[in-house]
């Protein structure tokens, strides 16, 4: 958490992991211990979901208002429109956490996966599409910050994802999907590996503290 600036909220967008949710996925006979069966099985997934309610509670100063007063609104819609159009998440609107129930635009993309493609990757790719220049490893966030720097699609090893087959949440699980996907790996080769995690850090930004100025 960052120090008092006398930061003023003027928002919030904010990436989250939804868990309890169940996928239908192709298996390429392939698996953890050995072959596994050919074909389509449930698989327990994460959804990414970025909601805009104000309920923050850790926060780190991104942008600073310099004297003479300007305004930060092109700042703030800039990142705004980025996440409204992030391809790798859900939209749950201003809802509270966990409220997503669908529909599903953007799975299989929107798959969570801590050490992949992750919140940490929204937040630097959202101050870089507004550019801001944001780097982790600053003082005020603490710990590791796991997460490739660029999106790629999430996986779940051996298996394969369809657009039209989204994820489902309690209940019975909707009908097994027919046959074989006309793209389903080669269950005589293991898939490719995927892509490197690359750890979101660089150089430390300049922080304050910086009197009689404007925060958000």
């Excluded at 550019?131 to 003082?139: E, Q, Y």
């Excluded at 710990?143 to 039209?164: I, L, M, R």
């Amino acid at each position: 958490m960052s120090p008092d600036f006398h930061a003023k909220n003027i928002g919030s967008v904010k990436l989250l992991q939804e868990t309890g949710w169940s996928a239908w996925a192709y298996n390429t006979g392939f698996g953890f211990g050995g072959l596994q069966r050919v074909g389509w099985h449930t698989v327990s997934v994460s959804i990414a979901v970025i909601y805009y309610n104000h309920d923050t509670s850790e926060h780190v100063v991104a942008l600073r208002q310099e004297l003479p007063p300007f305004s930060l609104r092109k700042d703030w819609d800039r990142i705004i429109a980025y996440a409204r159009s992030y391809p790798w998440a859900e939209q749950g609107g201003d809802a509270a956490k966990g409220s997503f129930n669908g529909p599903f635009v953007n799975w299989p993309k929107s798959m969570y996966k801590a050490w992949h493609t992750n919140s940490n990757t929204f937040v630097g790719n959202t101050l870089k599409a507004a550019n801001i220049n944001f780097a982790w490893g600053n003082p005020y966030i603490s710990g590791n910050h796991p997460g490739s720097t660029v999106p790629t699609q999430n996986w779940e090893a051996f298996d394969k994802f369809y657009a039209q087959y989204p994820p489902w949440k309690g209940g019975a699980a909707p009908p097994m999907p027919p046959g074989v996907p006309p793209d389903a790996p080669d269950q005589h080769a293991h898939p490719p590996a995927p892509p490197p995690s690359v750890p979101l850090d660089g150089p430390l930004p300049h922080f304050g503290p910086y009197p009689d100025e404007d925060y958000a």
